[in-house]
């Protein structure tokens, strides 16, 4: 099948991320207070607040072919986080990596570096895609670091784009071209080879 149709299980030295399952609901929801990520007014992993009603919509999203929500489990073999391709649309070869989130007890461990050179290469290498976009709200000041640091150039913020229980919310949104996913890639390798340092 279709790379945009089959979902992959991706696997690195210190992740794999794998399709989601609705067995990894309690897992998610202890991944989530780990760190207290529910609290985070500014990130989507508030929803896992209620759980049932977040597996739902994560779920559809994928049946309706416009996500592929993957588990990230770690090396110990704990399920630590969720990561996903998002608003996907094959005409035009862009999606986005979104909807992500780490326990704090993993941030900055390479996880993420890795995870997100997993996905990139799936993207641009098996996919196919022009665009790769990943999103942040205007709050989230570390997200952009973070995401800065990857090497995704700022596109531009997006004015109150949504509204998020009451709270107009301004989106960043950057993006990696298909021209530059050379260079992307060699940068992910080198912070990944700084054992430690990573994001």
Same mark, same amino acid.
């Given at each position: %099948? ?10 690195? +030295? @210190?992740? =794999?991320?794998?399709?989601? $399952? ?8 202890? &991944? ?16 896992? &607040?209620?759980?049932?009603?977040? %597996?739902?919509? =994560?779920?559809?999203? +994928?049946?309706?072919?416009?996500? %592929?929500?993957? $588990? ?5 073999? +704990?399920?630590?986080?969720?990561? !996903? ?6 005409? @035009? ?9 780490? $326990? !704090?007890?993993?941030? !900055? ?17 098996? %996919? ?21 640091r990857l090497g995704a150039k700022r596109d531009g913020v997006l004015r109150n784009h949504q509204v998020i229980d009451g709270r107009i919310r301004d989106i ?17 390798r080198y912070l990944l080879s700084r054992h430690g340092e990573e994001q």
């Amino acid at each position: %099948m279709s790379a945009w149709l089959d979902q992959p299980t991706l696997v690195g +030295r @210190h992740v =794999t991320l794998r399709p989601l $399952a609705s067995d990894d609901r309690d897992a998610l929801v202890a &991944a989530a207070a780990d760190g207290a990520l529910t609290d985070l007014f500014f990130t989507n992993v508030s929803g896992l &607040a209620d759980p049932d009603a977040f %597996m739902a919509a =994560t779920f559809r999203e +994928r049946d309706f072919g416009r996500a %592929m929500p993957f $588990a990230v489990i770690a090396a110990d073999a +704990r399920l630590v986080g969720l990561t !996903r391709f998002m608003r996907m649309n094959q005409n @035009h070869r862009r999606l986005e990596i979104g909807g992500t989130f780490y $326990a !704090r007890s993993v941030q !900055r461990t390479g996880i993420n570096t890795e995870a997100k050179l997993l996905l990139l290469t799936q993207a641009f290498e098996a %996919m196919d895609c022009n665009v790769v976009q990943i999103r942040t709200d205007w709050f989230n000041k570390r997200s952009q670091t973070a995401i800065e640091r990857l090497g995704a150039k700022r596109d531009g913020v997006l004015r109150n784009h949504q509204v998020i229980d009451g709270r107009i919310r301004d989106i960043v949104v950057y993006s990696i071209i298909a021209g530059e996913w050379a260079g992307v890639k060699q940068n992910l390798r080198y912070l990944l080879s700084r054992h430690g340092e990573e994001q």
